[in-house]
């Protein structure tokens, strides 16, 4: 008998604090902000909850909101009546997706999106990592013939001349390229990307020779010899073809380096989610949200 009716209060009492406890009001931005300090202080979020239930919020309305804001900085009178009603109901769809979600209920929408990402992040690099032999392949039939270095008349800087021939059955636009100096008996002081556009393309089978413009302070001299080879190759329509990590230029990743870094952010924001849930692991009692 007590144990029935001891179930029975602890099922209103649990009934009553789901009933009571803080949810996000996302009807405007400004009831978001305001029910959003609510939250953060009924339920004395630690800097680390905090931190993540903004990650949350971003992750489910970030790119809504952040075009709201945009528009409204824009705006250079003040709005009438029907422009706030609109902007309110702009909002409020905007908003929608967090809604009255509680803060676990935000770490768990955000969670589940970022799993969804996740899997289209592995899908694309699956793909790339099944084309990357084929992309190094396709670059190597596009050849550097010459190449010349030397001051330009016009502004004094340093120029690449690059004789370039396209072996590939695509035409070309653009040519990203590792591109190093070399001197004898002396270490290679000059390295990096260059880059090249053709103004009319460049069509399969065809050569021509194209400039790049560098940053080198090493005078031009008949000893030294450039080296360059293609690390990126984009279409005519200046879509990306082929792309391979550069050697020299840490921030040239490749796609492949790109989906890389994107997938390890994306975990690390998973984690962040199931490791910060209220539910599953409560504060303890000296933290500062068990205060």
Request: hydrophobic letters at 40%.
């Amino acid at each position: 008998m007590y144990g029935k009716s001891l179930l029975a209060l602890i099922g209103v009492s649990l009934a009553w604090m789901a009933q009571h406890e803080p949810r996000l009001d996302g009807r405007t931005l400004v009831a978001l902000q305001e029910s959003y300090d609510r939250m953060e202080t009924e339920l004395r979020l630690s800097a680390d909850r905090s931190k993540t239930l903004e990650e949350a919020i971003n992750v489910l309305i970030g790119e809504a909101a952040g075009e709201l804001i945009a528009a409204r900085a824009l705006r250079v009178e003040e709005p009438s009546l029907t422009e706030r009603r609109d902007d309110h109901r702009r909002e409020a769809r905007a908003l929608a997706p967090i809604h009255r979600l509680s803060y676990d209920e935000v770490l768990a929408a955000a969670a589940e999106k970022t799993q969804s990402e996740l899997g289209g992040v592995l899908a694309a690099l699956s793909r790339e990592m099944a084309t990357a032999a084929d992309d190094r392949l396709e670059l190597q039939r596009i050849e550097v013939l010459h190449t010349g270095y030397r001051p330009s008349l016009d502004t004094g800087r340093r120029l690449l001349d690059l004789e370039i021939l396209n072996g590939t059955d695509r035409a070309l636009s653009e040519l990203l390229l590792d591109c190093r100096l070399d001197e004898p008996g002396a270490p290679s002081r000059e390295r990096g990307t260059c880059r090249v556009r053709f103004e009319d393309g460049l069509a399969p089978g065809e050569a021509t020779v194209a400039q790049s413009s560098v940053k080198w302070r090493t005078e031009p001299r008949s000893t030294a010899t450039i080296e360059a080879w293609p690390i990126r190759a984009h279409a005519a329509d200046g879509s990306i073809l082929w792309d391979v990590p550069s050697a020299f230029d840490p921030r040239v990743r490749g796609r492949i380096a790109e989906l890389e870094g994107r997938l390890a952010r994306l975990d690390d924001s998973l984690r962040s989610f199931a490791a910060r849930s209220i539910a599953t692991h409560p504060p303890a009692v000296d933290s500062p949200a068990g205060r």
